[in-house]
């Protein structure tokens, strides 16, 4: 059994780490649907999609280990970390549920990815600015797909407005966290090497509320809003998942093929 | 599996600049917009095109693979319909 790493703290690897653990958990779960998609098409879709993040997370990672200069490196962060360590938002650990479940949620997070990326490519930090030209088009196709997918859910048959419905009222508490910004990342704003999320929230409120309102879907009525993932308080769903996750390495530390 | 509103279109990808689109396969979509994303999502994931047509596949007229002999045949005995009879000389090159 491979003992758990633990991770030094400092502002710029905090974040780096929490933009890569949202990629990562979100690519697993894509990854998840592998071969049980309700079509071969739609299949290789979310199959794309989940390589999308994965390499998105992968370079994230690295990025964070030379921040760190501890000597992990991406494999010890994705395998080698316990629950409490992961710094992804809620959001990404949802369990897939349903399609229209899974397209609600890869609709939020695209549409923050996309105006994210789209803000970080402009980053004082080059490695970051590099990562988020290429995220940012990916980004853009995972938004576009998915919102081609609630409207036609959404503005479907009375099953499928149901669902997705539903979806959008389990899920929607879990978009608040994606705005969060953390104290000690103010330095990170004030140099330019992040973008203050907060600044996000109106041009994605606009842009999901049009796509919703195409969809004839409705917003609940509550703004309460759920937190925790960043600090890294998660759900029962997480610890599930990194154990299928970790299983390999942790049960053959090393192992290669 | 259950196909109820879901039909059939036909993909063509153009490579490079200059090619014609070429037919690569087919796939299932409830719309136009949805095919053309699968289609990107199928058939584009090792940087094969620059651009995608998807057609409906009943869009298609297909000749009657029983009229075969008639279409066909008839060419396969004029050879002098092919350029080969010209000396082509070496100054023009590639051609």
Redesign the interface.
């Known amino acids: 059994m491979a003992t758990a790493i633990c991770i030094q703290n400092s502002a710029l690897f905090m974040y780096v780490l929490g933009r890569a653990d949202d990629a990562l958990i979100l690519g697993h779960r894509l990854s998840e649907w592998c071969g049980h998609a309700p079509?071969?098409?739609?299949d290789?879709?979310l199959a794309?999609m989940g390589l999308d993040l994965i390499g998105q997370a992968r370079e994230l990672y690295t990025y964070a280990a030379e921040v760190e200069g501890a000597g992990n490196d991406e494999d010890k962060f994705a395998y080698l970390r316990d629950v409490q360590h992961y710094r992804n938002v809620l959001l990404v650990e949802r369990p897939n549920g349903d399609f229209a479940q899974t397209m609600m949620r890869q609709f939020f997070y695209s549409a923050f990815a996309d105006c994210y990326w789209r803000a970080m490519m402009s980053s004082t930090d080059p490695t970051l600015a590099a990562i988020a030209a290429k995220s940012e088009k990916e980004s853009a196709?995972h938004l576009?797909?998915s919102s081609?997918w609630i409207i036609?859910l959404g503005d479907g048959t009375d099953e499928s407005h149901r669902r997705a419905q539903s979806a959008l009222n389990d899920l929607w508490p879990f978009t608040g966290e994606l705005f969060q910004a953390n104290p000690e990342d103010d330095a990170l704003f004030a140099g330019r090497i992040a973008v203050d999320p907060r600044g996000l929230l109106q041009p994605w409120t606009e842009n999901v509320t049009a796509i919703l309102r195409s969809a004839r879907l409705t917003l609940p009525q509550s703004q309460w809003m759920q937190k925790g993932g960043r600090s890294g308080q998660h759900s029962e769903h997480l610890g599930h998942l990194l154990s299928e996750l970790q299983s390999l390495q942790r049960t053959y530390p090393n192992a290669t093929w | 599996m259950t196909v109820q509103n879901i039909s059939l279109w036909e993909v063509f990808i153009r490579s490079r600049n200059g090619l014609a689109h070429k037919h690569v396969g087919s796939l299932h979509a409830a719309d136009a917009a949805l095919a053309l994303r699968a289609a990107r999502d199928i058939y584009t994931r090792r940087g094969e095109g620059l651009s995608i047509w998807v057609v409906p596949s009943n869009a298609i007229i297909a000749s009657d693979p029983a009229d075969k002999e008639m279409l066909f045949e008839p060419a396969m005995s004029k050879i002098y319909r092919h350029p080969t009879f010209y000396d082509v000389p070496d100054e023009v090159g590639h051609m």
Not at chain 1, 39 to 42: H, K, R
């Open positions: 079509m071969m098409e739609e290789m879709a794309n196709y576009r797909h081609e036609r």
